[in-house]
């Protein structure tokens, strides 16, 4: 590797952002809908609907309605979905489709700095549509404040996490079909086991420890733990986990793109 | 000493095995348009994406502006202007606010650049066009585009692969145009192309590439002249006395079967010659051209 390719990240990655930022700006109207509706359809068939079956649900021994249990893992799913979404599809149609990076490259950027300004903006978008949740959640009455504010650096956290794991499959995926194996894979599973729709304590031993290995899992016990505002020190080692998590993925997605994009 | 603007020595490009660009080596001077000719696959597109820090190159030298490429490619990079041979518009923004995003990579501030954008809508006649999708515009204006936004940057050396592929006629004549404009402004360019006219038309000196390796080195006039000479005669279905009569001569040619080139090589009283003894119709004398050059040195067949 020559000094041309290796390492170099400068504040540049910025401009990167602004560009996405320029173009959702565009779009903002539309964008919104999503994290405005979603989780309100979310809150009426599962939290209401469901909810109305399973009546209080018992988490760390404590007894929480089945919508309170719910609604914090319905924004870690969103901070999950906006990130890897961008960073795998919409990435994937900036670099191959309308050959965003190719431009790029002939301009003062490099490509680490176009890989971190895209995964940056990744998070942006998780923390935007965390916010918009949180307000729609919290006129339910089911967000504790002020711990209830830590979920929007948080999401930036979770959004760089998930960005990153996209930007990696990104950097591997031969078309844009193939983005379907991680998701059911990788996401889908999460979806559905990560303590999201139930505690996982009631998943058998060992499907509990799996569920450890998931980053959504640290995730939804984090957001959980901020909305209902039981902080713990146990927290700090799911925090540590999407940490490290991002300090795997971040390079080995830089490694994948450079890889992808030097010819 | 006089600088180059690009210097090329034992320039190599491997992808594997197979050396795209082998070993070359060329020098840009200063407010010149510099041509590289070739076929498809001659490693034309290989070599300008080394000099625009696109590729890493295999061995050899490369320096532009007299910096090293691999060390000082930020700064190199900032005082470029490339215009991909693929079309990389953003279908995300509108026209001038493709140009808007691409001065913010080169941290061009908003005033300037709002400023320089209206000066290069205005150049390539599209400043009535800066609110619309860059999908709604033509082939033509795309390219117009893209030539408008690698100059965002007041660049000192222009890098174009293949600006007018695929182009009409007229967008192909607007385009030129806009180049000529630019060199007589004092533009250093760096051009590929395996458009002969364009070459002949832009080009101050050039080379041509065939398979990674660099045939010949001049400025067209010179080349035409010393590889093919003023005139070319063409001859449909030549007469085997033809054929017995140029073999005589020793005169250079290029059989094609139904059809035989003379090279004229200075003779004018050859085709007069030619054509009264052995031509009964379809016998043409013409000016020789680069593409006779250019087909002369590369072979006829197809390249892919």
């Keep these: 590797m020559n000094a041309l390719f290796s390492v170099s990240i400068s504040k540049r990655f910025w401009r990167v952002w602004q560009r996405n930022f320029t173009v959702y700006q565009k779009i903002w109207k539309i964008s919104f809908i999503p994290p405005l509706f979603e989780p309100l359809f979310y809150l009426l068939a599962f939290g209401i609907g469901l909810g109305a079956l399973v009546g209080k649900i018992s988490y760390h021994g404590a007894p929480v309605s089945y919508i309170a249990f719910l609604a914090p893992a319905l924004i870690a799913v969103n901070i999950m979905n906006n990130a890897f979404f961008e960073n795998t599809y919409a990435s994937f149609v900036r670099m191959y489709h309308q050959k965003t990076f190719d431009a790029m490259l002939a301009t003062p950027l490099s490509i680490d700095e176009i890989i971190t300004g895209e995964i940056i903006w990744g998070a942006t978008k998780s923390v935007i549509a965390t916010a918009i949740m949180l307000i729609v959640i919290s006129l339910f009455g089911l967000i504790h404040y002020p711990s209830g504010l830590l979920i929007l650096p948080l999401a930036f956290l979770g959004g760089i996490a998930f960005g990153a794991i996209g930007m990696y499959f990104t950097g591997i995926t031969p078309t844009i079909d193939m983005f379907n194996l991680p998701i059911f894979l990788f996401v889908t599973p999460m979806f559905l086991f990560s303590g999201t729709f139930f505690p996982a304590e009631n998943l058998p031993a060992w499907a509990q420890a799996m569920a450890l290995i998931f980053p959504l899992t640290h995730l939804v016990t984090l957001v959980r733990a901020f909305s209902l505002g039981s902080i713990t020190a146990h927290l700090l080692w799911s925090v540590m986990y999407l940490i490290i998590f991002c300090m795997v993925f971040f390079p080995l997605a830089l490694i994948k793109m450079r890889r992808r994009l030097i010819k | ?304």
């Design chain 2, 1 to 304: 000493m006089t600088q180059y603007i690009i210097e090329a020595e034992g320039l190599t490009k491997k992808f594997g095995d197979l050396a795209a660009v082998d070993g070359i080596n060329f020098h840009v001077n200063a407010g010149e348009c510099f041509g590289i000719l070739g076929p498809n696959g001659a490693g034309k597109t290989t070599t300008v994406r080394m000099a625009y820090g696109f590729s890493p190159k295999t061995a050899g030298t490369l320096k532009v502006f007299g910096l090293d490429i691999e060390k000082d490619w930020r700064s190199i990079k900032s005082r470029i202007g490339v215009c991909q041979q693929e079309n990389s518009l953003d279908p995300d923004l509108s026209v001038e606010q493709n140009l808007l995003v691409f001065a913010r990579y080169f941290n061009i501030p908003p005033g300037r650049a709002r400023e320089k954008a209206q000066q290069l809508l205005q150049f390539i006649s599209l400043d009535n066009r800066r609110g619309a999708k860059v999908t709604e515009l033509s082939g033509g204006m795309m390219r117009r585009m893209i030539l408008a936004r690698s100059l965002i940057n007041d660049p000192e050396l222009l890098i174009l692969d293949e600006p007018t592929t695929g182009l009409d006629p007229q967008a192909r004549h607007q385009l030129w145009q806009r180049l000529e404009e630019l060199k007589a402004g004092g533009l250093t360019i760096l051009l590929t192309t395996h458009y002969m006219d364009e070459a002949s038309r832009l080009c101050d000196r050039l080379v041509i590439m065939h398979q990674g390796k660099i045939l010949v080195e001049g400025k067209p006039a010179d080349l035409i002249r010393e590889h093919v000479g003023h005139n070319v005669i063409e001859v449909d279905d030549p007469a085997e006395k033809l054929r017995a009569f140029v073999k005589s001569q020793s005169l250079e040619c290029e059989d094609l079967g139904h059809r035989l080139i003379i090279y004229g090589q200075g003779r004018d009283d050859l085709f007069h010659e030619i054509g009264d003894r052995f031509c009964t119709g379809g016998c043409i004398l013409r000016m020789a051209t680069l593409e006779d050059v250019f087909l002369k040195l590369t072979g006829r067949e197809l390249k892919e």
